[in-house]
């Protein structure tokens, strides 16, 4: 079992920066690979970003290239989304993930509570 969970939503206007935390514990968080989905309001949750469990290969969806950064810490057992120039579409409920091997669809292994993330315009 791997317990995932996000901190640092918030309410951001537009143009600022976020940046997300998710916290492992449970099983050997090098072992999996860790992203990030997020569902907006009336939409289906959709891939963000993922990081495979060293760190060298990182996906993002083509909405958030060039804006969002995944990185994740092995010794704090942690995986980031850094946030920049956001947008008002960027509004949604953003959900940590860790899957065994890397992803960019569902499903996976285990997922966090979620934290909102709210972009004004």
């Known amino acids: 079992q791997v317990n995932l969970v996000e901190s640092g939503g918030g309410l951001v206007q537009a143009g600022g920066s976020l940046r997300l935390s998710c916290a492992a514990s449970?099983?050997?968080?090098?072992?999996?690979?860790m992203g990030w989905f997020r569902q907006a309001p009336g939409k289906e949750r959709e891939f963000v970003a993922a990081?495979?469990?060293?760190?060298?290969?990182?996906y993002y969806a083509d909405s958030v290239k060039g804006r969002f950064a995944i990185s994740r810490d092995n010794a704090k057992n942690t995986v980031y989304l850094q946030m920049n120039s956001l947008k008002s579409e960027d509004t949604a409920i953003y959900y940590c993930?860790?899957?065994?091997?890397?992803?960019?669809?569902?499903?996976?292994?285990?997922w966090g509570q979620g934290t909102h993330v709210t972009v004004s315009s």
């Open positions: 449970g099983r050997t968080f090098t072992w999996y690979a």
């Open positions: 993930a860790a899957h065994r091997t890397v992803f960019t669809t569902t499903p996976v292994d285990y």
């Open positions: 990081i495979s469990w060293g760190g060298t290969t990182t």
